[in-house]
């Protein structure tokens, strides 16, 4: 299937989207009041709004080539503010709410944003802690309550837009041909990496870049006008605006916006959308409560539990193959009826597929989602590659693997010793059985970034003289899916010269149950240990069992309890029998605090920030490899 709109521009994608549907009444864009519930914006709606809020960004200066920055959560607004700055050709850049104000005002400089749009108060703020470091910002568009005593740079959104309304309507100057001399060359946004070391840097993305992405992606996956797509993830990160926003409107697809993370769960419930982008972490939480409660469910259910499992995986697979049979339609009817039927209900009863990316989606996860008649698609991509470079076929999923390679997209694996391609992979061949051995993942495109904006050295240092982006990840194509190893700086040497990939072991721990979040250790150590916080509804409810008085405790002290800690040990215990010798867990150390971006701990996009982690716990990790060396290990 195809994008339902014909473009090359971002601003040429909502201009003719708009052409199409503006006087049809259609939803576009859905919000959550608290009082009144959801709210539809028409297409005519959305196209209005950001009219008005060009036509008073060209009235503060902004010009081709012009950034202005958004720093908001999702909603509506975001949009109107994105397609605002690409109607005058400007670039916008993107800020993750989760940035403290020194990240925020980094950013800014950076940039040289001459607007900002900023949406709540605690957004607000950060930006009035910073405003004095940012000498390009001449304005600052506030979606909230504007305070009496606010800075003269602040104007509220509303006042914006009415006073940008009339500018746009003005004849003299001529707003509305704008967005057709918008090149596909040109800058479309700067997106901030999520730093997991050192500063962010500003990825350079054009036009064509996000547009031929977005093309690329619905060659290959069934999405249309008639689909509802709730968005929960990041928009300033590349894969929600690729895929959730850019993608849904070239569909012509409607889009609702989650009311928070938190409020996921329910809003799926109301708006029961067709399509869902998430990361991993949301479906292993899904798959741990599921088995959590089979398991509590008595003899009886685990068994009947157990036998849908095994059905639906038996199912999907000669499904595929086109082999299944009258009677295994039949049992595994049955065992969607008997046991998954709630498993949709929770994901609102409507989902056609689930898309994942940001991160690994262990093998395990996809293949029970599978079986449970959820189809997740993993794709793999970077900020610098718009983001999509491969993704599973909707109707050959291989998990654990990341899938083929998009079209126009072409992929080279590089062997880390002697730096030979031993493997290139172009996605117009699409399907091919190429097989390779294992290397560095590199990729041309027009999907891949211009430059990082304003460091010439560190771009030069990405691409190699044959104009080959060098991804830092390392895979290899097995029947021409995709298999990713690891990123090589997160490659842990040991002290014994041992090259080891900590995710794949990582992998192990996240869907047993009393696992939350889990990060290897092991640089320049003699052996591996590892840092893990504990899933603490589970192990609570696993304490009752052993008689602990779990209520007794805080989550600090329940992880000091024998009992508590025994859990853990059987866990790697059980995992180290069968690993290699320098894959072995020697020990672990059970961290009371989540993971989490607000502690600067994870990356927007919910990666493990390993560096911070380490130092933060250091004094830990110096602890347990101290006490094998009192003991002579």
């Known amino acids: ?194 730093g997991t070391t050192g500063e962010p840097k500003g990825v350079v993305l054009s ?96 068994k009947v539990f157990d036998w849908a499992v095994r059905t639906g995986k038996r199912h999907a697979r000669e499904a595929q193959n086109g082999s299944a049979g009258p009677i295994l339609k039949a049992q595994n009817a049955l065992a969607q009826r008997l046991v998954f039927s709630t498993l949709h209900e929770k994901l609102g009863g409507n989902l056609r597929f689930a898309v994942s990316g940001g991160a690994a989606l262990p093998e395990k996860i996809g293949t029970f989602f599978q079986a449970a008649g959820v189809t997740i698609v993993e794709g793999y991509g970077l900020t610098e590659t718009a983001p999509i470079m491969t993704a599973n076929p909707l109707d050959a999923p291989r998990y654990g693997t990341v899938g083929h390679v998009l079209p126009g997209v072409t992929v080279a694996i590089q062997r880390l010793d002697d730096n030979e391609i031993v493997g290139t992979v172009s996605g117009n061949d699409y399907p091919t059985r190429v097989t390779t051995g294992e290397g560095e993942i590199l990729v041309q495109g027009p999907n891949v970034m211009g ?58 721990f996240k869907t047993q149950a009393w696992f939350d979040q889990v990060m290897v250790v092991g640089e320049d150590r003699p052996f591996l240990t590892a840092l893990v916080v504990p899933d603490f509804e589970s192990v609570r409810m696993k304490a009752r069992d052993l008689d602990i008085k779990e209520s007794d405790y805080s989550d600090e002290e329940l992880i000091e309890v024998d009992d508590v800690q025994a859990m853990f040990d059987q866990a790697f215990t059980a995992y180290n029998r069968d690993a290699s010798a320098h894959e072995k867990i020697r020990d672990f150390h059970l961290v009371a605090e989540p993971f989490s971006v607000e502690a600067g701990t994870l990356t927007p996009t919910m990666k493990l920030k390993r560096r911070v982690i380490t130092d933060r716990y250091e004094d830990e990790i110096d602890a347990m490899y101290a006490k094998f060396e009192r003991r002579g290990a």
């Open 207 to 302: 036009h064509r870049n996000f547009c031929s992405n977005v093309k690329a992606a619905l060659e290959r996956f069934p999405i249309g006008p008639s689909d509802h797509h709730l968005s929960f993830l990041p928009l300033a990160h590349a894969f929600e605006r690729t895929c959730g926003y850019l993608a849904m409107l070239a569909s012509a697809a409607t889009i609702s916006y989650a009311e928070s993370v938190e409020a996921v769960s329910q809003n799926l419930l109301e708006v029961q959308p067709t399509v869902m982008i998430s990361v991993p972490r949301m479906f292993e939480k899904v798959y741990s409560r599921v088995i959590q409660q089979a398991s509590e469910g008595g003899a009886v259910k685990q």
């Open 1 to 194: 299937m195809s994008a339902h709109i014909e473009f090359d521009t971002v601003p040429q994608l909502f201009r003719r989207l708009c052409e199409t549907y503006r006087d049809q009444d259609r939803t576009l864009l859905r919000y959550k009041e608290r009082e009144d519930g959801w709210q539809d914006l028409s297409v005519g709606d959305v196209e209005r709004r950001v009219h008005a809020l060009a036509g008073y960004l060209h009235d503060q200066g902004v010009r081709a080539g012009d950034r202005v920055a958004i720093l908001s959560e999702n909603r509506p607004e975001w949009v109107v503010a994105d397609q605002a700055a690409q109607a005058l050709g400007g670039a916008n850049v993107t800020i993750y709410t989760s940035l403290p104000p020194a990240k925020i005002a980094y950013i800014l400089r950076d940039s040289q944003a001459k607007v900002l749009v900023v949406s709540v108060p605690v957004q607000r703020k950060k930006v009035e802690e910073i405003l004095d470091e940012c000498p390009h910002l001449k304005r600052v568009i506030v979606m909230s309550e504007v305070p009496e005593e606010a800075p003269e740079a602040y104007v509220p959104w509303e006042k914006a837009l009415e006073a940008g309304a009339a500018v746009w309507a003005d004849p003299r100057d001529r707003l509305a041909g704008i967005a057709e001399e918008v090149e596909p060359h040109d800058v479309s946004s700067l997106i901030y990496t999520s």
């Open 451 to 508: 430059e990082y904006w304003k460091r010439p050295e560190e771009t030069r240092s990405v691409f190699d003289p044959d104009g080959w982006f060098h991804t830092g990840d390392v895979g290899r194509f097995e029947d021409g899916y995709l298999q990713i190893t690891d990123r090589i700086k997160h490659l842990i040497v040991s002290r014994g010269g041992k090259n080891i990939y900590p995710g794949p072991i990582e992998d192990v």
